[in-house]
Nanobody, 121 residues
Framework: QVQLVESGGGLVEAGGSLRLSCAAS????????MAWYRQAPGKQRELVAK???????NYADSVKGRFTISRDNAKNTVYLQMNSLKPEDTAVYYC???????????????WGQGTQVTVSS
């Protein structure tokens, strides 16, 4: 069993900052990919940022230069530092981790419960 717990969302004024966290616990051997997605009302869920084995990172064009994804492998935690927030960043943010529970075993996709980020203008 694996559980993901997100924290750090909230209400912030435009131009402000927030830091999201997503901590995984349970039976974990390795975490390959850690990512953040978001879903605004009436829109599809979209990829915000992704880091793979700490080697490569990818960002949506809309957040490049403003958001930074990082990971603490010892804590099985991924972070999303969000600076210069805009009203269009308002959404529910979800973390997504690809986790192997045993050596050489398959990886499974796990989702956090979501955390609301609201940016006021």
């Amino acid at each position: 069993q694996v559980q993901l717990v997100e924290s750090g969302g909230g209400l912030v004024e435009a131009g402000g900052s927030l830091r999201l966290s997503c901590a995984a616990s349970g039976t974990i051997f390795s975490i390959n990919t850690m990512a953040w997605y978001r879903q605004a009302p009436g829109k599809q869920r979209e990829l915000v940022a992704k880091t793979t084995s700490g080697v490569s990172t990818n960002y949506a064009d809309s957040v490049k230069g403003r958001f930074t994804i990082s990971r603490d492998n010892a804590k099985n935690t991924v972070y999303l530092q969000m600076n210069s927030l805009k009203p269009e960043d308002t959404a529910v943010y979800y973390c997504n981790l690809l986790i192997a529970q045993v050596p050489g075993g398959p990886t499974y996709s796990y989702w956090g419960q979501g955390t609301q980020v609201t940016v006021s203008s």
